[in-house]
Each structure stands twice: as C-alpha cells, then as structure tokens.
T-cell receptor
Framework: QKEVEQDPGPLSVPEGAIVSLNCTYS??????FMWYRQYSRKGPELLMY????GNKEDGRFTAQVDKSSKYISLFIRDSQPSDSATYLC????????FGTGTRLLVSP | DTGVSQNPRHKITKRGQNVTFRCDPI?????LYWYRQTLGQGPEFLTY????????KSRLLSDRFSAERPKGSFSTLEIQRTEQGDSAMYLC????????????????FGDGTRLSIL
C-alpha cells in the first residue's frame, strides 16, 4: 500500500463548478499537509500549506485535513479553465511524500 | 524573489554517458532538495541539504548518483553511466528552516530538468 493514495483522474468539470480533490494517507506521523498545482512541463507550485487538522481558506481554494480519518481535501470554488492542471497532495513529517496527482480539466 | 532556477531544462543523452544538472535555490533558503518525477507519478524524494551538508539520501539514489552543494548556495546532481530507467524529470526545491525537523517549511520548486536517455 502506498503511503499516500490519490485518484489520478482525469476529473472533468464545467467552468464555475465546485471541485473536490482528495487524498488518503497511512502514516499517522504526518503533521504538515501541502497541496501543489502542476501544469504540463512545469514544476509543482505551492497552493496551500496547513498544519494538523482543520480548514484553511485562500481565495477560491479551501484545504481541509481530518487526521482522525487520515483524509485530506482541496476544494476549488468557481473553477476556471486556467485551473486545469494536475493537483498533488503532499503530507509530510520528515520529508514530503507526494500522491500520484489528480488531473483536473475545466471546460469553458 | 526570483524563484528556484534549474538548468538545463532538457537534456538528451546516450545510455552510458554522464550528465550533470544545476539548481539555484531562492537566495535566502538554506535547505535544498532533489526529487525525481516520472510520467503519471508524483515527485519522489532523492536527497536533501541544509546549507552545504547533505543530511539525507533516499534508497532511490544509487551509487551512480551524486549531489553536491559546495558553498551552501547552488547544487549539482550528477548521474554517471546513465541507464534507460534514469529518464525522468529531476526537480529541485528549496525552503528556509531551522532546527532538526526540515518538513515544517513549505518547499518551492523549480521547473525541473527533463532527462531523456536514447
């Protein structure tokens, strides 16, 4: 079993939809939780950074961590075609451990 | 803040040749990381420096791989006697932090060096 599980997608939604991206993890030692966005042929770009359980909001993006169920989520409101990318969850304790990434396609 | 810079962006080489990649981190960052990413997968950790000291190496980093950060600024990753399986995107990231746990500061990535082995 991988330490971090993430559905590879693709997830296709119409412009303006609310998007929910999720990861599960197995290592209860993870304390920090990051979401990165990666466009084709580019490096990962940090979107959200949270510590422990709870919610964090930044503009159209909300990150949610539930340590009791080892479940992390990223919500995107009013999705735009420019949000089309691969979204990587990366919990960490002593190093970042990435999921496979979920490919999101937002159609106009 | 000019971001993390990696060169070259793309390297094509024949199997058996040696290659070297360079990473220039964000200037105030003391920590530097190397990752490898293959198609359809997330980045996998290779190695980590705090200043000039290499503090951790993954089992993925075979003895054909060597990384240096001689003055605690830029870093190089060398692969000797390249193999087909080395074809991947090599990503560099940097962060700032103090203390023993290096995961508590978010890492910022460069755009990577894509290695293609013929």
């Amino acid at each position: 079993q991988k330490e971090v599980e993430q559905d590879p997608g693709p997830l296709s939604v119409p412009e303006g939809a609310i998007v929910s991206l999720n990861c599960t993890y197995s290592n209860s030692a993870f304390q920090y939780f990051m979401w990165y966005r990666q466009y084709s042929r580019k490096g990962p770009e940090l979107l959200m950074y949270t510590y422990s359980s709870g919610n964090k909001e930044d503009g159209r993006f909300t990150a949610q961590v539930d340590k009791s169920s080892k479940y992390i989520s990223l919500f995107i409101r009013d999705s735009q075609p420019s949000d089309s990318a691969t979204y990587l969850c990366a919990p960490s304790f002593q190093k970042l451990v990435f999921g496979t990434g979920t490919r999101l396609l937002v159609s106009p | 803040d000019t971001g993390v810079s990696q060169n070259p962006r793309h390297k094509i080489t024949k199997r058996g040749q040696n290659v070297t990649f360079r990473c220039d981190p964000i200037s105030e960052h003391n920590r530097l990381y190397w990752y490898r990413q293959t198609l359809g997968q997330g980045p996998e950790f290779l190695t980590y420096f705090q200043n000039e000291a290499q503090l951790e190496k993954s089992r993925l980093l075979s003895d054909r791989f060597s990384a240096e950060r001689p003055k605690g600024s830029f870093s190089t990753l060398e692969i000797q006697r390249t193999e087909q399986g080395d074809s991947a995107m090599y990503l560099c990231a940097s962060s700032y932090g103090t203390g023993g746990t290096y995961s508590n500061q978010p890492q910022h990535f460069g755009d990577g060096t894509r290695l293609s082995i013929l």
